[in-house]
Nanobody, 125 residues
Framework: QVQLVESGGGLVQAGDSLRLSCAASGHTFSIYNMGWFRQAPGKEREFVAAISWKGSSTRYTDSVKGRFTISRDNAKNTVYLQMNSLKFEDTAVYYC??????????????????WGQGTQVTVSS
């Protein structure tokens, strides 16, 4: 079992930055690929970014490429999502998730084993 707790969300203006954190506890964090997803009101949850268990590979959805950066610190059992140049359409609840598959970075919600409760990000235009 892995427990995930997100933090760092808030209300910002368009163009601002935020850094989300996801602290993991329980099973060994470093063996999981980690992902960030988001869900806007009235929409399905969607993939945002993922990082491999070593931190050597990353993957992003097209709409955040060049603006968001995913990273991890295995010594601190924490994964981060640095979000720059935020846009109104980035408004959503952001979730981190852990994937026990270590062979590829998945963007498929169903392949992630553990989920946090989410943190709200609101970007005012």
């Amino acid at each position: 079992q892995v427990q995930l707790v997100e933090s760092g969300g808030g209300l910002v203006q368009a163009g601002d930055s935020l850094r989300l954190s996801c602290a993991a506890s329980g099973h060994t964090f470093s063996i999981y690929n980690m992902g960030w997803f988001r869900q806007a009101p009235g929409k399905e949850r969607e993939f945002v970014a993922a990082i491999s268990w070593k931190g050597s590979s990353t993957r992003y959805t097209d709409s955040v490429k060049g603006r968001f950066t995913i990273s991890r610190d295995n010594a601190k059992n924490t994964v981060y999502l640095q979000m720059n140049s935020l846009k109104f359409e980035d408004t959503a609840v952001y979730y981190c998730a852990a994937d026990s598959n270590m062979y590829y970075l998945s963007r498929n919600i169903g392949e992630y084993d553990y989920w946090g409760q989410g943190t709200q990000v609101t970007v005012s235009s």
